[in-house]
């Protein structure tokens, strides 16, 4: 496999530390997408069944003749099918959709399980999340099948808290080899990455700009600080001849995190895929910036009680 930088996996192997993430992709934009990226030279996609854009992926793939064992794929399991005979067929689905007879990663979405149905966010008439009573441990035994079947080389976790791996780490026949969790400058997750990279799980950051980075004219949502005007980043940025987000990645990389940002944008999308590395002391500045925000919170997302959900001392079964 052709790629620029790697993160290692615990038996060694490397996974492409920059990633194109394809959540929020517009309908119809992806074919163009993924062949920019192809030729900007990305090699890993990070994709998901809940993101309803995997057939378009998978024939954008085709089209841009992308040879399998060039990149790297990850998909996720849906909370709506974690029960234990739901993911086989689940992981067959995303195949067909991405053309393709093997992921690379699967990773299980969430570790909450929804009532199944193809309602993708099954809501009651309160509006809460309908939840199922389906232990993670069990929806892990499934995805430990398919790497037995071939279907996955790997499988992984995301949205993991350090309670619910070590949970896990208990009765895992075959261990996670990722944990995909929210992690950029202000949600740094300093205990979380810790204790991964001590048990050999590599992270993955998502939302590593900080989701909705001001573009052009466009007004951040309200409340959201924008990392491309955050002025320790921007100041180094200008010093070192870059631009804000190429800070934001690096600075992840720098801690050995793999970064999957999300971009439509040809210019932005080749600008995300950094090739240089902040020094130690640019790294440390960025460190001691305190701003704190969480954007992927099932309380705000899903309903109220399911707060517990990114605490790190609650969530396990
Ligand atoms: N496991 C999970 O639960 C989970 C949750 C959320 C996300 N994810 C994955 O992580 C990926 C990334 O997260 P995300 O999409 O939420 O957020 P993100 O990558 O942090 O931010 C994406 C936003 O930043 C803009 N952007 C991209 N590059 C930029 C640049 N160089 N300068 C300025 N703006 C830039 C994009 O706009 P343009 O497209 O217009 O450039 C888009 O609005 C997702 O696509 C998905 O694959 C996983």
Redesign the pocket.
Known sequence: MVHQREVKLANGTGIPAIGL????AEPGELTEVIQEAWAAGYHHI?AAHYYQNEREIGTALRKTEVPRDQIWLTS?VWNTDHRPERVGPACEQTLRDLQVDYLDLYLM??PIAFVPGDDLLPRDNKGEIKVDDVDYKDTWRAMEKLVDEGKARYIGV??FTVKQLEDLLKVARIKPVVN?V?C?VYLPQYELVDYCQKHGIAVTA????????K?GDEKPSSGHKTL?EDPVLSKIAQRINR?P?QVAIAWLLKRGIIA??????PQ?LR??LIDFDLTDEDAAEISKIDVRQRD?NPANMWSPSLDYLTKSDEGTK
């Open positions: 993430g394809t959540w929020q990070d996720k979405h969430w995301s949205n995909q929210e950029n998502y939302r590593p700009l900080a989701g909705r980075v573009v491309r631009t987000a999957i940002p999300k971009s439509s944008n932005r600008e995300n992927c």
